[in-house]
């Protein structure tokens, strides 16, 4: 047609909830001749895309849009519990005695794009990243905690990381 129009657009919607959990229940007790390790590691990496090109002689549209909405959860804990490491074995690569840590990685790629062509032109690309993280390394108020060591000194760690990266485009 001499005179004409094109419309188009694109759209992509990720929802992701993620869970890392790890632990010594409440209750529990747990005696070893090495190190007690409690680790929870969670990676999430994600890329988004979308995008449009509208044309026509007299006008065109391109919309995009991309949407990512993330939750995670990363726990390590040790509850209410009686834990008792030995660590007769002096391993340099691994922490000596009790260990609870959690770490969390988030990477998110979003690339949104939009073009038309014509005499009336409109063109619009968004990208919406909505992140919840939380991460916790803890252990129980009450719990018996005994590190003993007789290759190093013992020692009791609890730590966390977490990062979040976005790149968009």
């Known amino acids: 047609a001499l005179y004409g129009g094109g419309v188009t657009g694109s759209a992509s919607e990720s929802i992701v909830d993620y869970v890392t959990d790890a632990?010594?229940?409440?209750?529990?007790?747990?005696?070893?001749?090495?190190?007690?390790?409690v680790d929870a590691d969670s990676i999430f990496?994600?890329?988004?895309?979308?995008?449009?090109?509208?044309?026509?002689?007299?006008?065109?549209?391109?919309?995009?849009n991309d949407a990512?909405?993330?939750?995670?959860?990363?726990?390590?804990?040790i509850g209410i519990a009686t834990i008792t490491a030995k660590n007769n074995v002096n391993d340099s690569t691994e922490p000596d005695g009790v260990s609870v840590t959690a770490d969390s990685l988030v990477d998110?790629?979003?690339?949104?794009?939009?073009?038309?062509?014509?005499?009336?032109?409109?063109?619009?690309?968004?990208?919406?990243?909505?992140?919840?993280?939380?991460?916790?390394?803890?252990?129980?108020?009450?719990?018996?905690?005994t590190s003993n060591n007789t290759a190093s000194d013992g020692s009791v760690?609890?730590?966390?990381?977490?990062?979040?990266?976005i790149e968009g485009g």
Do not use: P, R
Request: glycine share 16%.
């Open 108 to 145: 998110i790629t979003s690339a949104v794009a939009a073009g038309a062509g014509g005499v009336g032109v409109v063109t619009g690309g968004v990208g919406v990243n909505v992140i919840d993280t939380s991460t916790k390394a803890y252990i129980g108020a009450s719990a018996n905690i």
């Open 68 to 77: 990512t909405v993330f939750t995670a959860t990363t726990d390590a804990y």
């Open 23 to 37: 632990h010594i229940a409440s209750g529990a007790t747990v005696t070893v001749n090495d190190d007690v390790i």
């Open 157 to 165: 760690v609890v730590a966390t990381q977490d990062i979040t990266q």
């Open 45 to 64: 990496t994600h890329v988004g895309e979308a995008a449009a090109v509208g044309g026509g002689t007299i006008a065109g549209i391109g919309l995009s």
